[in-house]
């Protein structure tokens, strides 16, 4: 049995949704261990996730910056060693999409050894009638960066968990690839 732990960083535009996404994880997890503020700004919410077929668990360590920021201006310090990121646009507004490549090269820049579990979350699918970004087009790019692709609706409570899910596992497989690489080598 196995407890890792993953710093997961919510990331994306302003007003896409990603505290109201990061309350809906916190409400919505039966094992929510804690909630603080760590520095200004920054909320950290540990979500322990257990992955199918196995005894194991990972534990996401979600940080959600709070306020305006400007892109430039977010803290170093948040980005650091994070190993799992959930990139968050509203379907509504595609320029908050465009912003994805941005968000995700600035995330890996700072990932250990470029290693990271990620996922696209399309949020605010109940505004379907001011849809600007489609399904396909938004997932074709997520493939195209090695990322899973999910829809939600944090005003909903729509398929919120779903992402969390995703990204525990595939930090789990990380792992384990991990794990096998040392094996073959000594
Ligand atoms: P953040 O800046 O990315 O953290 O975005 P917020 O979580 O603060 O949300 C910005 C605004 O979008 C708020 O008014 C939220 O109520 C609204 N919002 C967030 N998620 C959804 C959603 O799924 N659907 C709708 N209709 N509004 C949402
Ligand atoms: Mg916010």
New binding site residues.
């Given amino acids: 049995m196995v407890r890792l732990r993953a710093k997961c960083v919510l990331a994306?535009d302003?007003?896409?949704?990603?505290?109201?996404l990061a309350h809906v994880f916190r409400s919505e997890s039966a094992h929510f261990l804690k909630n603080y503020t760590l520095t200004t700004g920054v909320e950290v919410f540990v979500n322990p996730i257990p992955i199918p077929d196995t005894s194991d668990s990972v534990e996401l360590f979600l940080f959600d910056s709070s306020g305006k920021e400007i892109f430039y201006d977010m803290v170093e310090s948040q980005w650091d060693l994070a190993g799992a990121l959930c990139l968050?646009y509203d379907i509504t507004n595609m320029d908050s999409f465009n912003s994805c490549a941005k968000w995700l090269e600035r995330t890996r820049a700072q990932a250990p050894s470029g290693q990271l579990a990620g996922v696209l979350v399309g949020?605010?699918t109940?505004?379907a009638s001011r849809r600007c970004v489609e399904s396909a087009q938004a997932q074709e790019w997520a493939a195209s960066q090695g990322l899973e692709y999910y829809e939600?609706?944090?005003?909903?409570m729509d398929n919120c968990d779903a992402p969390l899910q995703s990204l525990a596992r595939a930090f789990h497989r990380m792992y384990e690839e991990k794990l096998e690489h040392i094996r073959s080598i000594v």
């Fill in positions: 994306g302003s007003t896409v949704g990603k505290s109201a968050v949020n605010k109940d505004l939600t609706s944090a005003k909903e």
